[in-house]
């Protein structure tokens, strides 16, 4: 059983080796363009001044910055930036699978739509951002 899959609840994987997770192979990193990890768990992420905003002007349109030739670069507030550090959840796209990975954190849904209203009140509370994979 690979690392990924020891995380998941026991009715879902088949054991497999590492190389062969089909979990681990649908994750994709946009740094190093490559399959098997996230860009959270990155080995070599890139400087979070190069993928988050810095700067207030970077906020407003480039249309808008050069139309009325603004040129200042006033940072963005501490509690901004402290937001933006904002971890992820990497979850496979299936109620069923998300159903038992509540119930697993001790959350029960009655019906199919209460699943991901569940879901995303468990983000929040713990202040992170979903992220959806198929198989
Ligand atoms: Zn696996
Ligand atoms: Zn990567």
């Known amino acids: 059983m690979c690392d990924l899959c020891r995380t998941l609840p026991q009715e879902f994987p088949r054991p497999h080796p590492p190389h062969k997770c089909r979990l681990a192979n649908a994750l994709y990193c946009s740094s190093c363009a490559s399959y098997g990890h996230i860009l959270a768990d990155c ?4 400087p979070k001044s190069s993928t988050m905003p810095q700067y207030v002007e970077q906020l407003v349109p480039p249309s808008l910055i050069k139309a009325l030739n603004i040129t200042t670069k006033t940072p963005l507030p501490e509690s901004l930036l402290a937001e933006q550090e904002q971890s992820i959840t990497t ?4 109620d069923e699978f998300i159903r038992t990975w509540l119930k697993n954190r001790g959350i029960a849904c009655k019906s199919k739509a209460e699943i991901r209203e569940k879901l995303a ?5 713990n202040h992170t951002r979903i992220q959806f994979v198929s198989k």
Request: hydrophobic share 40%; aromatic share 8%; no cysteine.
């Open 91 to 94: 979850l496979l796209n299936s």
């Open 121 to 125: 009140e468990w983000a929040k509370d």
């Open 43 to 46: 080995p070599a992420p890139p």
